[in-house]
């Protein structure tokens, strides 16, 4: 077989009659079978093998067959849509900011401080968006969210005071936070963790490219109208992004099992609902492996670097380059918002190759922790190089407009390399478990909350100490994030083994009686 066939998407694989793969009996086990089910899936390095990465298939391979590739591609596209309108919102107004001040008669910090406490709630929904798509499904969970980010949307627009425009944008950031945590886990429901960071990386993008492109849309729309505009925009985009799901978006989720809970008493319907949905699993999930933690710490870093980077640039860029207008103070976000633009097309299939390299190095054995081998240079010197850059050459103003455009540019290609590699790596560690959305929702909690922390903190830090201390703070953040993900790289197999001994004796788990954890079962053609 050619090695150019071992990189063929899952359509070109042999039938689900042909792989006879071998089949979970644990993910639709009561709260009791829980905890060993996470230990299964996260207790040894290797993954199902075969002879070679030609030969390699999935555990549950059957489940990534049920639609077609162009079916996928329109799912990906409405997911992407999606993951664009919550971000989107999060900095489309920091043009405005000023001018919304003026309205509420307040000052600019006030309204900041509004953005990130937009940010904070988009961390503290994470955890409960994941669970509940578990439990009643992807497509309810997103259709529901959708419509609801729509009619917030247009409360915000027309939002009469401080106290309502405060209100109307944290129930946004709620509703919105589901298309990020929700969208993954569709995507890793439908993808095959060889294929699916190329998939993640378009995802992603609308994550990202929203951020960036927001505040340029943003700085138009308030030059030449009111800044209320921006948001029936927004209004606009989640009345567009509802339509889109009703329509096009199908259930992913392979695990859903309505019949649980139809079955139970209503006591019991409570206390398994309970189980299932309590944000506190999350938290315990993600506390519990070392794994699991310094991947959401890298995220938390990468989105407080661009937070922190793209919230002060109208206070930071317009007295440097003694701009004067929204609109010019606009043109600078496209320069990272064209870097995420064109790392989508090269991030997610950097990752997805990396995978394939070492499941052929390792004789057919797929290790979650190779995928993070790909963004280690970019996370660890790569971004942290370029903040230096933008943070110095705007402090002691040197180089001119063409030094911090290059260096947000280079640094917004180079998240587009991380991003797809640390979110397909929460999906990989938690195959087939049922479980994915939680990590999902635990790794978006940590990003967002460090987001909140780094809009926050960052005009008065830069008042303070100067944009190039303050860059040079988000750089040492990364290189110690880039660090621990190297390290999780190295020592992760032994640092899981650690933890399900741990839960095993807690759990009353003999070693004369193990069951065999899903990660060691062989699947072979």
């Known amino acids: ?306 937070y922190s980077l793209l919230t002060p640039i109208r206070y930071v860029l317009n007295p440097r380059f003694h701009l004067t207008s929204p609109i010019e103070s606009g043109l600078f976000y496209i320069a990272p918002g064209c870097g995420y633009l064109v790392g989508t097309f090269m991030g997610g299939r950097w990752a997805d190759h990396t995978v394939k390299k070492w499941i052929r190095k390792r004789g057919g054995v797929r290790v979650p922790e190779d995928r993070l081998k790909s963004c280690l240079v970019f996370l660890g010197i790569v971004i942290p190089g370029c903040i230096l850059i933008y943070g110095w050459t705007v402090e002691k103003a040197v180089g001119g407009i063409p030094v911090p455009v290059l260096a947000m540019f280079i640094q917004g290609i180079a998240q587009l390399f991380c991003f797809p590699s640390l979110n397909t790596f929460c999906l990989d560690v938690m195959q087939s478990s049922g479980r994915s959305a939680e990590v999902v929702a635990g790794n978006y909690m940590f990003r967002y909350v460090f987001a909140a922390i780094g809009s926050g903190v960052v005009l008065p830090a830069v008042e303070a100490i100067g944009v190039g201390w303050f860059s040079t703070i988000s750089a040492l953040f990364l290189v110690v994030a880039g660090l621990c993900v190297w390290a999780t790289t190295i020592f992760g197999d032994q640092w899981r083994k650690q933890v399900d001994a741990k839960n095993q004796r807690k759990a009353g788990v003999t070693e004369e009686q193990p069951s065999q954890p899903e990660s060691e079962k062989r699947v072979e053609v």
């Open 1 to 306: 077989m050619s090695p150019t066939h071992s990189t063929s998407s899952i359509e070109e694989l042999p039938s689900v009659e042909a792989i006879q793969p071998q089949r979970t009996k644990s993910r639709r086990s009561e709260a009791g079978n829980d905890l060993h089910l996470v230990q299964s899936h996260l207790s040894h390095h290797d993954m199902p093998v075969a002879n070679d990465d030609d030969e390699f298939h999935e555990v549950d391979a059957d489940q990534y067959l049920r639609f077609s590739h162009t079916r996928k591609i329109l799912i990906v596209a409405v997911l992407s849509f999606c993951s664009f309108l919550a971000p989107i919102s999060s900095t489309s107004i920091l043009s405005g900011v000023p001018e919304v001040a003026v309205t509420y008669n307040t000052t600019g910090s006030i309204i900041n401080a509004s953005n990130a406490l937009y940010l904070a709630f988009m961390g503290i929904a994470a955890p409960f968006w994941g669970p509940f798509s578990q439990v009643w499904g992807r497509r309810p969970i997103f259709l529901t969210s959708a419509f609801l980010f729509f009619a917030f949307s247009i409360g915000t627009a027309l939002a009469p005071n401080l106290p309502a425009y405060f209100i109307f944008r944290v129930l946004t950031a709620f509703q919105g936070t589901s298309f990020l945590v929700v969208g993954s886990s569709a995507i890793g429901d439908i993808y095959e963790p060889r294929a699916r960071a190329t998939a993640l990386g378009w995802f992603l993008s609308g994550t990202l490219i929203g951020p960036a492109f927001g505040p340029f849309i943003g700085g138009v729309i308030v030059t030449f109208c009111s800044w209320r505009v921006v948001f029936w925009l927004q209004t606009a985009l989640g009345g567009l992004g509802t339509l889109l799901v009703f329509f096009f978006f199908p259930e992913t989720y392979p695990h859903l099992t309505k019949a649980d809970p139809a079955q139970k008493t209503t006591k019991q319907k409570v206390k398994f609902l309970w189980h299932r949905v309590n944000p506190a699993r999350v938290g315990i999930l993600l506390f519990s492996y070392p794994n699991l933690f310094f991947a959401g710490l890298a995220a938390g870093a990468l989105v407080w670097n661009q």
